[in-house]
């Protein structure tokens, strides 16, 4: 069954960092990209990064609204991956969803799997 | 950055009626586009891929259409179950921009 838990949410004042964690059971991690996506209380969702698997470079893209702030990485050796939230502004709070992307040469990316989210607060 | 844009924002529908929910992209993004339903309180979970493909486990009243920028959703004959939001996302290159959402009500 696969799995995706992230931990690490919290109350963080405006300027300060936070790094959220999401530890995937179920699948070989390695050969799957991830994602993350917020969705603010009340409001819709919201595409936050990626990280594509080693096969494809582990590349990564961002969100406009976090990129120079927010830094996804991977340990595939712990099928683990993290979101680095530097910076913080009072519009990241949100819920974070770590989420799973499968790729296929003819479906090309779609993600099929999320987690539960884990919430962040930005206030002082 | 390609825009994805749902309509309607909201709808409220008799159960059995047929729901037809849209998504456009700004730039032709192929086929590459999933839709979503998030139901009030629980985390959202995949229907369609590949524009028209349906995830395992998803009912057949729920179905996918469209290439390029204009998309469709159709619940085929609504089910209070279907009470939800539902989002529209695109996947032709980063950023994976999802739709503003078309919330689903039974009238």
Known sequence: ???????????????????????????????????????????????????????????????????????ISRDDSKSIVYLQMNSLKT??????YCTRGLYGLLTGYYVDYWGQGTLVTVSS | ????????????????DRVTITCRASQDIANYLAWYQQRPGKVPKLLIY????????????????????????????????????YYCQKFNRAPWTFGQGTKVEIK
């Open chain 1, 91 to 96: 519009e990241d709070t949100a819920v974070y």
């Open chain 2, 1 to 16: 950055d390609i825009q994805m844009t749902q309509s309607p924002s909201s709808l409220s529908a008799s159960v059995g």
């Open chain 2, 50 to 85: 590949a524009a028209s493909s349906l995830q395992s486990g998803v009912p057949s009243r729920f179905s996918g259409s469209g290439s390029g920028t204009d998309f469709t959703l159709t619940i085929s004959s609504l089910q209070p179950d279907d009470v939800a939001t």
């Open chain 1, 1 to 71: 069954e696969v799995q995706l838990v992230e931990s690490g949410g919290g109350l963080v004042q405006p300027g300060r960092s936070l790094r959220l964690s999401c530890t995937a059971s179920g699948f070989t991690f390695g050969d799957y990209a991830m994602s993350w996506v917020r969705q603010a209380p009340g409001k819709g969702l919201e595409w936050v990064a990626l990280i594509r698997s080693k096969f494809y470079g582990g590349t990564t893209e961002y969100a406009a609204s976090v990129k120079g702030r927010f830094t």
